[in-house]
């Protein structure tokens, strides 16, 4: 079966965010009341697993062995069952 997950991953609270200082900055330059702005990264990723648990499984080792940094980023994640026709769509560059 396919699924797609996604994986938001995030700066804990107090790690310095340079990039969305920055973006904070311009945007305040623009006239915008903006705040503060945090940046986060995230992953659709497609994959391959024969139930949702198995899913579940690879993409929290995904993220602990790759996709976050564990001394500075928090990360969260959605898996979900789709069909083959929405897997070519995220295969193409289109999410759905």
Do not use: F
């Amino acid at each position: 079966m396919k699924y797609v997950a996604r994986v938001e991953v995030t700066l804990k609270p107090g790690h310095l965010d340079p990039e969305g200082e920055t973006t904070r900055i311009a945007l305040v330059e623009l006239k915008y009341p903006v705040e503060s702005v945090r940046v986060s990264k995230v992953y659709e990723i497609v994959l391959n697993a024969n139930s949702i648990d198995e899913a579940r499984g690879l993409v929290e080792e995904m993220c602990r062995r790759l996709l976050a940094n564990p001394v500075k980023d928090d990360y969260r994640y959605n898996v979900e069952e789709i069909s083959l026709d929405e897997a070519a769509l995220y295969k193409e560059g289109l999410t759905v």
